[in-house]
C-alpha cells in the first residue's frame, strides 16, 4: 500500500519509538447503520450485613454474551459458556456459599449480575451512575469474567497488579490458601479496563479482577499460556465458546474459593481499601470518601 512493503511496516510499527508516515494513499466508504433499541436487565441481590448493613462488598459477573448470527452457516447460537457462563455460575455458587456460612457477613453483600458487557460494558455502566447503594458506602467490587477451565493453578493473575490495597487483601488470602499471586502476562491489551470492574473504577469504587493463573500443577512450563492463547484464538466470541468434554473445573472451583475469602474478609473488617497514589481512580475516591 502506498509503495510501502506490508511486513516491514508492521515491524516498524511494534517498536515503541514508531511515529506515524504517510500512506500516500485516499479512499473513501460509505456505510449504512440500522439502529434498534432493545431492553435487557441487571439481576441484583443482597445479603444484610449484620453489623454495618450501609456498607456494601459487591460480586460481579455479566450474565450476556453476543446472541445470534443468522449468516453463519451450520451453529448461530454464540452460548458463551467460559465467557461468562463460568462467571456468572460463580456468582450464585458464592452467594451460596454466604447463606451458608456459619456466621451472617458484618457487611453487607451485593450480588450483581449485569447485562450487556459485550455491547461496552453498558449493564455495569448503567448501575454505576444508577446504584442501589452509594459509591461512597461500596467498600469494593470483585468481577468474575471468564474462569478456569483447565486444571488447578498455584497462581492466580492479578489484572490490574497495584492499582488499589485491595492487593493487600488478596495477598493474605493467597498466604491463607497457600498460593501466589502473579501480574497480568499481557498488560498491554489493557484488561483492567475492558471487563465490568472498570464501570465501578470510573465511580471510585475500588475494584478487583482476577484471571486464572498460569503455572498450572502436573503440567508442563507455558501450559497456562498455550490453552489462553488457544482460547482467544479459537473460542473467544465465537459459537465454539461451549462445554467442552475436557473441561477441568477444579481450578474454578479453588479460584472461586479464593473470591469467596476476598469478599469475607473485606465483610468481617472494618478499613476501606484506598485507591494507589499513581491510580488514576484515585481522586474520584477522595472526594466520595475525604480522610
Same mark, same amino acid.
Not at 512493503?5 to 506515524?20: C, H
Not at 460481579?60 to 446472541?67: F, K, L, N, P, S
Not at 494507589?276 to 470518601?289: G, P
Given at each position: 500500500?502506498?509503495?510501502?512493503?506490508?511486513?516491514?511496516?508492521?515491524?516498524?510499527?511494534?517498536?515503541?519509538?514508531?511515529?506515524?508516515?504517510?500512506?500516500?494513499?485516499?479512499?473513501?466508504?460509505r456505510v449504512r447503520n440500522e439502529l434498534r433499541r432493545i431492553d435487557s436487565q441487571?439481576?441484583?441481590a443482597k445479603i444484610e450485613g449484620s453489623g454495618a448493613p450501609d456498607e456494601v462488598i459487591?460480586?460481579?459477573?455479566?450474565?450476556?454474551?453476543?446472541?445470534v448470527d443468522p449468516s453463519l452457516d451450520g451453529d448461530q447460537i454464540f452460548n458463551g459458556a467460559a465467557d461468562n457462563a463460568t462467571g456468572t455460575a460463580g456468582l450464585i455458587e458464592i452467594a451460596r456459599a454466604f447463606i451458608h456460612a456459619e456466621e451472617p457477613p458484618r457487611r453487607s453483600i451485593l450480588f450483581l449480575a449485569v447485562t450487556a458487557e459485550e455491547q461496552g460494558l453498558l449493564g455495569s455502566r448503567y448501575y454505576g451512575e444508577n446504584p442501589l447503594y452509594p459509591a461512597a458506602q461500596t467498600v469494593a467490587a470483585l468481577n468474575m469474567d471468564v474462569l478456569n477451565q483447565w486444571g488447578r493453578t498455584r497462581d492466580m493473575t492479578i489484572v490490574g497488579m497495584g492499582q488499589s490495597?485491595?492487593?493487600?487483601?488478596?495477598?493474605?488470602?493467597?498466604?491463607q490458601l497457600g498460593r501466589t499471586l502473579a501480574p497480568d502476562p499481557e498488560p498491554e491489551k489493557g484488561f483492567y479496563y475492558r471487563s465490568d470492574h472498570f464501570s465501578f473504577a470510573k465511580a471510585g469504587i475500588p475494584a478487583f479482577y482476577a484471571d486464572p493463573g @498460569?503455572?498450572?500443577?502436573?503440567?508442563?512450563?507455558?501450559?497456562?499460556?498455550?490453552?489462553?492463547t488457544e482460547y482467544t484464538a479459537n473460542d473467544y466470541h465465537?459459537?465454539?465458546?461451549? @462445554?467442552?468434554?475436557?473441561w477441568d473445573l477444579s481450578g474454578a472451583l479453588e479460584d472461586l474459593t479464593f473470591m469467596y475469602h476476598m469478599g469475607a474478609r473485606l465483610a468481617a473488617a472494618d478499613e476501606w481499601p484506598a485507591w494507589?497514589?499513581?491510580?488514576?481512580?484515585?481522586?474520584?475516591?477522595? @472526594?466520595?470518601?475525604p480522610q
Open positions: 500500500m502506498g509503495g510501502l512493503d506490508f511486513e516491514e511496516a508492521k515491524q516498524q510499527a511494534a517498536d515503541r519509538t514508531f511515529e506515524p508516515i504517510p500512506l500516500g494513499v485516499t479512499g473513501s466508504l441487571n439481576v441484583v459487591m460480586y460481579v459477573a455479566h450474565w450476556d454474551h453476543m446472541g490495597e485491595l492487593d493487600d487483601v488478596a495477598a493474605g488470602v493467597a498466604a @498460569v503455572e498450572y500443577i502436573d503440567k508442563p512450563e507455558g501450559y497456562g499460556i498455550e490453552k489462553r465465537k459459537v465454539s465458546d461451549e @462445554v467442552k468434554p475436557d494507589s497514589e499513581t491510580s488514576e481512580f484515585r481522586a474520584i475516591r477522595e @472526594v466520595q470518601r
